[in-house]
Each structure stands twice: as structure tokens, then as C-alpha cells.
């Protein structure tokens, strides 16, 4: 398989006004891989996929896809770029007044000019990868969460990306679902040549499918390598994450002072 | 929804739509250019029309027999030509006279028409002879005022 | 005590600025969806959408309180008028009424409420769920996609709802006073278009619905647009586009009004 890297992040800094997200984050991202960034919530993964999407700017650094820049692309190149970006969303952002065939169909009426007939065969084979070809004709309120996050996936491949992202895609989903998508991801990295970037705290379920974990811990890499020296690994951070350990380096008290201090116990002793 | 429900929808919705202009200028504003059914049109001069009013009534013994259908100012016999449309049902003699009345102290102004005596009837484009002009409250006070005054100089 | 006094000026201060942000930030959205308005207007079939969800959705409440108007008009006029034994102006006075106030303001009134809020939830609820911002990540502009069809879709319907609203108060008004009360039908006419000005009564009206179409709409997507994208958030946003909007036509109508009707008797 070829090595050849589609994403390089360097010394990317992010902040929200003074709050700090992230910090020096520097990641390699080859074509063709699927790669996990794992974190506990509110540890910055999703800023990253922002950042790499362009719709955040950098506080410092730079997201490279590509060759090109993200930060530095007027708004046109940036809008170019995005054509060969696929985006999995939460809980799949499926257009609510659109049929599941319109869904698909979208980016491709959008940006192509293809005739009607052809863009029905696409949507057709997209939703057949994902199983769904049947349910073409439905709304996205009568779809199942695993059902629409399987049409989210199938209207984020339309274009035929250079990269997928999906942004929680085992969030809600029951386990037969959760089994579903992990493996139609690997598969269609796999059958497209796409890189796939994988923003998730679901640990098992990712590290059978993954090439690559990086694990992000208060705006920085805590750890990273491959599933197997993953699961292996002695570090206590990654211990604790990928066995879900209560206490640990991430502490289960937020911090605070004393507890006898604070039930002013302390004060009644002396 | 289908699209072509859709599209017959929004169509019926504009069309309606500019329908409603269309009445509001023609119907309600004054675009319009009003017919009865089946008419005649006669004219009369009035030396003042006072507040008659492009549309106001015509009638006979309290009857609506037709309607004024224009008002211009003549330069040759410096009055006003009111041209009515009458109703073919009825037909008036030659002689009638037409006045110009007010429905009420403060109501609108409607032209009076007071049948004659003669055998031959109004036809189309013809002129009534007789008229009488509206009475106007200024000059009804300005005139009581001067015989007013007249009457304490002759004293 | 100074400490105070200083608190409140500071939250004064604060409001201001809150709010001069607010406006700047609307006003800056609003040309954005202006400038980006090409590819809905070129496309037309996506305006035509919304037509259907902000026009023919709202026909029902406008045609109907329209009726309901007009018939109160001309009850109430007829009551009055009798007494000064006039009550053939009757047809004058729904017709002024609903053609220089009435229609316009309320029709844009029920607009707000009923196509405005409407809007504003759906752009709300899209941002909510992310699907503005996979809009965005699929290079398709959410402003002129999403935005800019509802904003003009509203700008063109409201003259349309207003001119019906105004015919079928009319009607309303000819309905109770001609055909129930018995006022003579000619006179309730030929009053009504003697007094009633194409120029200045028809067209002021049509222009001022237009403005409000106008305020109603930017308002409805700049709070939709804006909203906290969670429930509070949307709903928040919707109230805030009925409130903002009402006193909007409000003071809108009196500042028209003063223009285009100044030194008319």
C-alpha cells in the first residue's frame, strides 16, 4: 500500500478566546489509512476536524491537505478543496426536508452537471454500498439513528472524496449498528482509496478497524501508535482510556481543594 | 410533496395573488371603466354639480335608473357636462328634468330625475334642457347673509 | 452605594453595545444573503419551494382574517355612520382602511407569526443539527442554499397575501353592509372609487407590504441563522422574530406612512 501522506499537521495551536483547546498538535496522515484520534469529551477532536475542514482558523501552525494550506486558501480554493472532503456528522445531518435519494443526490446536483439518469445510478450504487438502496424514497424522520448515519456516510462518499471524516460516528448506536458502520468504514476506505479520519471515544469498537490511534489529552498527543502496541501499551493514560478505568492520570474529581476543607472539618477538629 | 403539486400550487398562489391587485386597482381604486348591461347615454349641463361624484346614482322616485359615468367642464357653454348611463329598461320623456340632490345633510350627492310630459322619449347622445344645479351650503349662507344684510340697510 | 450606581451604567453600557453589535452583525448578514442572492435566482425552482411554504401555507389565515376584518369594518363603520346619516360612505371607509393600513399591517403581522417564526425555526433547527455546517463541509453555501431562497420567497409572497387580505376585507365589508344591512350597492361602490386613489392609496399600500415582506424575512433568517443552536436556542430565536418583527412593521408603517402621506388630506 502506498505511503504517501494526503495530511500534515504541524505545531497546531487553537484557542477559544483565552480558553485554550489545543496545543502543539503534530500528526502524519498517509493516503489510504483509516486513523482514529480518541480523547475524552470536550478534549478537542472535534476542533481538529474543524481545523482540517477549514471552518476554524489556527490560532499558530498549519493543516496541510494535499500541498495546500487550509488556513492560507481564499474562500474559493477552500470551497474546491471541500469537494474532495467527506464529512460524517454526529448524529448524520441529514437534510430534513430532502429524501434520502435527494440527500445523496445533493452534492452531486450541486456541483456536477451530470444528467438525471446518471445521477440516479450513482445515488443507486452509493446506497447499495451502504445497504439502503431500498429506502431511497424515505424521509430521513422515518429513518433508524444507524439507518441515517448509514445514509450520512453513503451522501458523504457521493463525490468520491480523497477524505472522510467522521465526527462520532458510533455515538447512539446500538451494537449491531455500532458492528455496521465500523466495518462499512474500513471497507469503503479500503474500496475508494480514501483516507479516513475517525474522531471517536469508542475504544474497541475503533481499534479493531484502525491503522493508526493518536489519543488526545488536554490539547496535546497523549499517545499514539498502531492498534496492536495500543492495547499493549503500559502508559498509564492510554491504560486507563482503553480499559475505562475510573481513576487514573484523567482523575474522576474534578480538581478541588481538600475534601475535609471544604466540609470544614478541619476547623471543628482544631 | 410532488414537485408538480407543488409548482400547481404556488402557480394558483400568484395568480391569485395579482388577481388581487388587479381588483383592488380596478375595483377598488378608480382604473375602471364601468358598463351595466344593456345602456343608454344621455347627457345634461349643470351650471354646478356641487360634490357629484364619477359613478354616483341616478334616480327616478328614489329608483336607481343609472349612474353618472363622466363629468367634464365644457369651455363653450362654461358648465359642467354630466354624462349618465341609463338603464334601457327605462326610458324618459324629453322634458324631464334632472337636479342634483344630497341623500341626508352630510350624505353623498346623487342626480334627481323628475319625469315630464312629453310623447317623445330621451334617446342615446341626447341632452336634458332642463336642470337644476346642486346647492352648495356656501353660497346657501352666503346669500342668506346678503339678504340679511339688505334687509337692515332698508331699514 | 457608588459601587452601585457604577454597576448599572456598566450594564447600560453593556446593552448598547450588545445591541449595536447585534444590528451591525444583522446588517452585515443581510447583505450577505443580498450578494449571494445569484444562484437562488438563477435556480429559481429552490424559491419556488419556499413560496409554497411561506405563501400558499399562509393563504388560510390571511384570506380569513381578512374576511373577518373587513366584516368587523364595516359593521362598526356602519354603526357610526348611520347616525350622521351617511352610511353610504361605509364602502370608503373599509376600503381606505384596509387598502393604507390594515391590509399591509396586518396581514405582515400574521406573516411574522405565521410564515416568519416558521422560517426561523427550520434555519435554526438545521443549524441545531449540523446541517448547515455539512452544508458548508460539502462546499455548498448555506446562505445562498438555505438563506437566500426563504428571504426572497417571503419578499415576494407578503405583497401578494396583503393585496388578498385587502380584497377579501372588502368583500367582507360589502358582505355585512350591502347584502345583510341592505346599504345601497352602487353608492357603496362609486363612494369606495371616488375616494380610494390608485396613485396614492393602492401603490403606498403595495410599497409599504413590500417593505414589511422585506423586514419580516431578514429578520426571520438572521434570528434563525443566529440562534444557540440547541432547543432554548431555537425557540428563543423564534419568539425574538415575532416580537422583533411586530414592533418592526409597527414602527416601520408609522415612519411610511408619515413619508408617503404627508400633506394628503
Known amino acids: 500500500m502506498q505511503s504517501e501522506t494526503l495530511i500534515e499537521i504541524r505545531d497546531l ?46 490560532s499558530s501552525g498549519y493543516v496541510n491537505v494535499a500541498g495546500q494550506v487550509i488556513h492560507q486558501l481564499d474562500r474559493d480554493a477552500l470551497f474546491k478543496i471541500r469537494r474532495k472532503m467527506g464529512m460524517l456528522f454526529q448524529f448524520g445531518a441529514l437534510f430534513t426536508d430532502l429524501s434520502v435519494f435527494d440527500n445523496v443526490a445533493f452534492q452531486m446536483r450541486e456541483h456536477t452537471d451530470l444528467p438525471e439518469s446518471m445521477i440516479r445510478d450513482l445515488v443507486l450504487m452509493k446506497l447499495h454500498a451502504v445497504g439502503l438502496r431500498g429506502a431511497s424514497h424515505l424521509m430521513p424522520v422515518e429513518l433508524s439513528g444507524g439507518m441515517a448515519r448509514r445514509v450520512a456516510l453513503a451522501r458523504s462518499i457521493a463525490l468520491d472524496p480523497m477524505l472522510i471524516m467522521y465526527d462520532e460516528p458510533f455515538t447512539g448506536l446500538d451494537p449491531i449498528s455500532l458492528s455496521v458502520i465500523g466495518s462499512l468504514i474500513r471497507r469503503l476506505t479500503d474500496a475508494l482509496g480514501t483516507t479516513s479520519i475517525i474522531v471517536t471515544h469508542d475504544v474497541q469498537e475503533s481499534l479493531k478497524i484502525v ?52 466540609l470544614n472539618l478541619e476547623n471543628n477538629l482544631a | 410533496m410532488q414537485r408538480t403539486t407543488m409548482d400547481l400550487w404556488v402557480g394558483l398562489f400568484v395568480l391569485v395573488g395579482i388577481g388581487a391587485l388587479m381588483i383592488l386597482s380596478l375595483k377598488v381604486g378608480n382604473l375602471n371603466a364601468y358598463s351595466m348591461a344593456q345602456t343608454y347615454t344621455i347627457t345634461g349641463n349643470f351650471e354646478n354639480i356641487g360634490g357629484l361624484k364619477v359613478r354616483a346614482p341616478v334616480k327616478s322616485s328614489g329608483v336607481v335608473v343609472g349612474r353618472v359615468s ?22 324618459f320623456p324629453k322634458d324631464t328634468f334632472a337636479s342634483i340632490l344630497t341623500a341626508g345633510l352630510l350624505g353623498e350627492q346623487y342626480i334627481g330625475l323628475s319625469v315630464g310630459g ?24 352666503g346669500r342668506f347673509l346678503f339678504d340679511k344684510a339688505a334687509e337692515e340697510e332698508a331699514f | 452605594m457608588l459601587n452601585r450606581i457604577v454597576a448599572n451604567i456598566q450594564d447600560i453600557g453593556h446593552r448598547v453595545i450588545d445591541s449595536v453589535w447585534r444590528l451591525g452583525n444583522a446588517s452585515r448578514f443581510f447583505i450577505l444573503v443580498l450578494l449571494k442572492s445569484g444562484t437562488c435566482l438563477r435556480r429559481f425552482s429552490l424559491v419556488i419551494r419556499e413560496l409554497y411554504y411561506t405563501g400558499v401555507l399562509s393563504l388560510i389565515i390571511i384570506i380569513v382574517s381578512g374576511l373577518f376584518v373587513g366584516m368587523v369594518l364595516g359593521l362598526q363603520g356602519y354603526e357610526t355612520l348611520q347616525k350622521y346619516g351617511s352610511e353610504s360612505a ?22 411574522a407569526s405565521r410564515a416568519g417564526s416558521a422560517i426561523t425555526a427550520e434555519i435554526g433547527l438545521m443549524k441545531a443539527t449540523e446541517q448547515l455546517s455539512a452544508m458548508g463541509m460539502m462546499a455548498v453555501d448555506p446562505i445562498a442554499r438555505v438563506v437566500a431562497p426563504r428571504f426572497w420567497a417571503g419578499v415576494i409572497s407578503m405583497p401578494l397575501l396583503a393585496a388578498m387580505f385587502s380584497v377579501m376585507g372588502v368583500f367582507g365589508g360589502y358582505l355585512v353592509t350591502v347584502v345583510f344591512i341592505g346599504v345601497d350597492a352602487g353608492s357603496f361602490w362609486s363612494q369606495m372609487q371616488g375616494a380610494v386613489d390608485f396613485r396614492f392609496d393602492i401603490i403606498n399600500g403595495f410599497i409599504k407590504s ?42 416601520l408603517d408609522f415612519i411610511l406612512t408619515a413619508f408617503m402621506f404627508r400633506g394628503i388630506s
Open chain 3, 210 to 251: 413590500c417593505f414589511f415582506g422585506v423586514a419580516i424575512t431578514a429578520i426571520a433568517v438572521y434570528e434563525g441563522y443566529d440562534a444557540p443552536p440547541t432547543a432554548e436556542g431555537v425557540s428563543g430565536a423564534t419568539t425574538r422574530t415575532v416580537v422583533t418583527s411586530s414592533l418592526v412593521i409597527l414602527g
Open chain 3, 90 to 111: 361605509v364602502g370608503t371607509l373599509v376600503a381606505l382602511s384596509l387598502v393604507r393600513e390594515l391590509g399591509p399591517v396586518v396581514s405582515a403581522l400574521l406573516f
Open chain 1, 211 to 262: 491503522d493508526y490511534v493518536y489519543f488526545i489529552a488536554d490539547g496535546v498527543i497523549a499517545a499514539q501508535g498502531t492498534p496492536q502496541e495500543v492495547s499493549e501499551s503500559v502508559a498509564p493514560f492510554v491504560h486507563q482510556f482503553v480499559h475505562g478505568e475510573e481513576d487514573g492520570p484523567v482523575p474522576f474529581h474534578y480538581p478541588a481543594q481538600a475534601y475535609r476543607a471544604d
Open chain 2, 118 to 141: 312629453d310623447e317623445r322619449m330621451l334617446a342615446e347622445g341626447d341632452n336634458i334642457m332642463k336642470t337644476n344645479s346642486a346647492m352648495v351650503l356656501e353660497e346657501m349662507i
Open chain 2, 70 to 91: 363622466n363629468i367634464q367642464f365644457s369651455t363653450k357653454t362654461y358648465d359642467a357636462v354630466v354624462t349618465m348611463n341609463m338603464d334601457s329598461r327605462y326610458q
Open chain 1, 13 to 58: 495551536n487553537f484557542a477559544y478566546g483565552a480558553r485554550s483547546i489545543l496545543n502543539g498538535i503534530n500528526m502524519t496522515m498517509s493516503r489510504g489509512k483509516v486513523i482514529a484520534i480518541m480523547g475524552g469529551s470536550g478534549s478537542g477532536k472535534t476542533t481538529l476536524l474543524k481545523l482540517i475542514g477549514g471552518t476554524v482558523r489556527p
